[in-house]
């Protein structure tokens, strides 16, 4: 039986990583099996392009550029890592997917959603998330950590309204892609938006019971 796919979508900061691991913990634990994975990156190819995307050095990149090498990353994920797990039958949770580039790059870079779209429509082979969890927080909030760190990426050091631009793309979206999104509350506490996500995520399991 084909495994299930979970994306955690969301801005900056939102806690997705965090959120990440204790999903894992959880599913562990429950003796599912399953697999975690991130974008851009999941693959050895995936990860050195995660590096060029993300290098602050990198300040000339283009849009266009950024938006095709998320897409190759992705394109290397689905096809090294994603269809293989799904076919094994594991539960392959995912931080960040096709959503986070029609936001940040579609909305943010300007570049247009459909056209955006294409690119990782050819990308992803037909392959969509069973479930896509979106963390609804504030970005104003949550940049202001991330920027402040020295270990803080291209991406991260756009500043504000850039950010703001993606969250505004993101809520755009919701509205045209519904198909599988459960909006978390990502303001409340970690162990409240942790509950809300299980709850989400057992909803899924148990409908492929």
């Given at each position: 039986m084909r495994g299930q796919f979970i994306t955690l979508e969301g801005p900056d900061g939102s806690g997705k990583s965090t959120i990440l691991k204790l999903v894992g913990n959880y599913l562990r634990d429950k003796g599912i099996d399953f697999i975690t994975t991130r974008e851009p990156?999941?693959?050895?190819?995936g990860e050195k392009i995660r590096q060029i995307?993300?290098?602050n050095n990198n300040i000339n990149m283009g849009g266009e550029t950024e938006a095709?090498?998320?897409?190759?990353?992705?394109?290397q994920h689905v096809h090294e890592k994603i269809i293989p797990a799904l076919e094994e039958g594991k539960v392959v949770i995912c931080d960040r997917f096709i959503l986070s580039s029609l936001a940040y790059q579609g909305v943010g870079r300007n570049l247009g959603i459909e056209r955006v779209k294409d690119i990782n429509d050819f990308a992803i082979r037909g392959i969509y998330p069973d479930l896509i969890l979106f963390f609804h927080v504030n970005?104003?909030?949550?940049?202001?950590?991330k920027i402040g760190k020295k270990s803080a990426d291209r991406l991260e050091r756009e500043g504000s309204d850039f950010h703001n631009k993606a969250y505004q793309g993101y809520m755009k979206l919701l509205k045209m892609y519904p198909k599988n999104i459960k909006i978390i509350d990502a303001s409340k506490p970690i162990e409240e938006v942790f509950k809300q996500s299980i709850e989400e995520i057992e909803n899924l399991l148990g409908k492929g019971e």
């Open positions: 990156g999941g693959t050895e190819i995307i993300l290098d095709l090498l998320y897409a190759a990353a992705r394109a970005p104003e909030v949550t940049l202001k950590r």
